[in-house]
């Protein structure tokens, strides 16, 4: 089985930067998804990884690892639109588990 | 990107009949499906992972003879809810992993999610 913690709730300020923390206990380690999902909607990859280190891609970037068990998501330049949970899930050999996922509230 | 659809997208039924949701993948050859529900504020619960042409594996709590899918073909999978009742109501969303994007990378795509309401 698996295990994942992230912080329930975050605020933050438009413009600002925020990071969204993730620690994961797994046998069989086999990458680490984040995705964003708005009140109502099916969850939208954001990002993949199975390396240790940082993937940025635009304004969201990932880093990894794995020896800490550790995931981080950060996001910069925060618009209001960014408002949404963030679900952190882990792959094993068999499944993808999902995390309980972090409400972020941007404020103006 | 690869594109996971759903279909309704939104139904209602009386509580006993059964309802049938449909998941496809449009650009690439899904070899495992998943089938998650979700209800509020909570996060997605895996139900049950079906690959082509094997029977789905169930997550324990799941009633297989309750919620039957069928993945007959690599770009279609189907999830039946049976003799539904109230507390199926729920967010159910299905996903697709198939070789896709540059490299081969093994994403996970999400269909844009069923919403179920059993009165």
């Given amino acids: 089985g698996q295990n994942i913690d992230q912080p329930t709730e975050m605020t933050a300020t438009e413009g600002a930067i925020v990071q969204i923390n993730c620690t994961y206990q797994t046998s069989g380690f086999n990458g680490l998804f984040w995705y964003q999902q708005h009140a109502g909607e099916a969850p939208t990859f954001l990002s993949y990884n199975v390396l240790d280190g940082l993937e940025e891609k635009g304004r969201f970037s990932s880093f990894l690892s794995r020896s800490k068990g550790y995931s981080y998501l950060l996001l910069k330049e925060l618009q209001m639109k960014d408002s949404a949970s963030y679900l952190c899930a882990v792959r094993d050999r068999k499944e993808v588990t999902f995390g309980t996922g972090t409400k972020l509230q941007v404020i103006p | ?119």
């Avoid at chain 2, 050859?29 to 909570?42: E, H, I, L, S, V």
């Avoid at chain 2, 997605?44 to 039957?68: C, H, I, P, R, W």
Wanted: with cysteine; aromatic share 10%; hydrophobic share 30%.
């Fill in chain 2, 1 to 119: 990107g690869a594109v996971v659809s759903q279909h309704p997208s939104r139904v209602i039924c009386k509580s006993g009949t059964s309802v049938k949701i449909e998941c496809r993948s449009l650009d690439f050859q899904a070899t495992t499906m998943f089938w998650y529900r979700q209800f509020p504020k909570q996060s997605l619960m895996l139900m049950a992972t079906s690959n082509e042409g094997s029977k789905a594996t169930y997550e324990q709590g799941v009633e297989k003879d309750k919620f039957l899918i069928n993945h007959a073909s690599l770009t279609l999978s189907t999830l039946t809810v049976t003799s539904a009742h109230p507390e199926d109501s729920s967010f159910y969303i299905c996903s697709a992993r198939g070789l896709a994007g540059e490299g081969g990378s093994y994403e996970q795509y999400f269909g844009p999610g069923t919403r179920l309401t059993v009165t």
